[in-house]
């Protein structure tokens, strides 16, 4: 036993280290050495988690403009979150989009082949009443294969300028960072008139739903099971909620006897705060 509680310990630790909770390591740790040899309600303790933490950089380099958020601040997935100075990029969309939406060139070399058609026309009527020479005729001929391939030229430019804007449009949003999920700020790391290079200027927490992690006795393995049903007290705020186990990992960890259990938590109006110390009390399995 005492094996299996010092093993706990170690295996607490290094999750905590990976984690940074040091606060709550402290805590459980006591609690883990006073209660690793008696659960007769099978309550464990827990850890509640964000259920995804990003740190967000922008895609290119360049001087912040503005920083649109502040930690502590609840964004929405493909909000504005901050954006690089990108006055010499506005320029260059606002140019290749004229080129790309001008269409006057197309509409001159369309004109152009319609009377080169004309005309071919006319000469063909007239040399087939030998009032034309064969010279003719095919000066005719060529004129219209020559406004063509002007024609041709010009929707070519046409398409090469959308194309252009296309890059343009996609390397200007580049310069602006756009939240990827539904969360909380809980850093921001620069402000707006810094220079950033790829590193990151925020991180953000998904926090409904929140991730519980557990760290449960080997005996236990095999009497839980994907799906069923849990207790989360959480002391710090008075409340117990309901969480559904998502993963159990399947690999025990020979040093403490133990194996990790993930769990999910709803937390739809962001009342629950992730970091917290929390006690697991099991329900029946499904």
């Given amino acids: ?163 252009e804007l296309s890059r343009a449009t996609a390397a200007l949003a580049r310069r602006t960072l756009n939240s990827p999920l539904d969360g909380v700020v809980t850093e921001r790391h620069h402000n707006s008139g810094e220079y950033v290079d790829k590193e990151p200027v925020l991180t953000l927490a998904r926090i409904n739903p929140l991730r519980v992690e557990a760290l449960l006795p080997a005996g236990v393995f095999g009497h839980i099971a994907i799906g069923q049903s849990a207790k989360v007290h959480v002391p710090n705020i008075g409340e117990v909620h309901t969480a559904t186990v998502e993963r159990i990992d399947p690999v025990l960890d020979t040093a403490s006897g133990t194996f990790t259990v993930r769990l999910t938590l709803p937390n739809p109006d962001n009342r629950i705060p992730s970091g917290l110390e929390c006690r697991l009390q099991l329900s029946a399995s499904p």
Wanted: glycine share 4%; proline share 1%; with cysteine.
């Fill in 1 to 163: 036993m005492k094996r299996m509680v010092l093993g706990r310990i170690v295996s607490i630790w290094q999750r905590c280290e990976r984690v940074g909770y040091r606060a709550w390591l402290v805590l459980l740790l006591v609690q883990t050495a006073t209660s690793a040899e008696e659960n007769p309600a099978n309550v464990y303790d827990c850890l509640i988690e964000p259920e995804q933490v990003v740190a967000l950089s922008l895609a290119v380099e360049g001087v912040l403009a503005a920083v649109e958020v502040d930690r502590g601040d609840r964004v929405a997935a493909g909000q504005v979150l901050a954006r690089l100075d990108s006055r010499v990029e506005e320029a260059a969309v606002a140019g290749v989009r004229a080129r790309a939406e001008q269409d006057s060139e197309i509409r001159l070399r369309q004109a152009e082949l319609a009377l080169a058609r004309r005309k071919a026309q006319r000469v063909e009527e007239l040399f087939r009443n030998k009032n034309a020479s064969a010279q003719e005729r095919d000066e005719a001929r060529a004129q219209v294969d020559i406004a063509r391939a002007r024609l041709g030229q010009a929707q070519e430019a046409r398409r090469l300028a959308v194309l």
